[in-house]
């Protein structure tokens, strides 16, 4: 889930002292909504967000949950991250045209 921060961070959305992964989770999800509302990049965007979700729910049975995470959940874990590192460079790319937009819009 650290790199997950990591990437996020990248992405200008920075873990907040105190908050859970719930929330993160939600802020982060919201950011790559609002990439994803238009254009070619929108289903991997959305996947990205949803791979988001259910680390962040894995995640957080891995804390607070006395029943440990089955091989099938870690596995499930494990196929979502590989499919995130990807889909979280295009994030980047698609942030960097979002902010090129709202400057010529200025």
Not at 7 to 16: I, N
Not at 52 to 79: M, N
């Amino acid at each position: 889930y650290r790199r997950i921060y990591e990437q996020a961070a990248s992405l200008g959305v920075a873990q907040r002292p105190g908050g859970t992964p719930r929330e993160f989770s939600h802020r982060l999800t919201q950011m790559l909504d609002e990439l994803a509302s238009s254009g070619w990049w929108r289903t991997d965007l959305a996947r990205l967000g949803a791979d988001v979700r259910q680390l962040s729910d894995f995640y957080e049975q891995a804390l607070f949950s006395p029943v440990a995470l089955t091989r099938v959940e870690q596995k499930r874990c494990i196929t979502a991250w590989q499919r995130m590192r990807s889909r979280f460079w295009l994030a980047r790319i698609r942030t960097w045209q979002f902010s090129q937009e709202r400057d010529r819009q200025q």
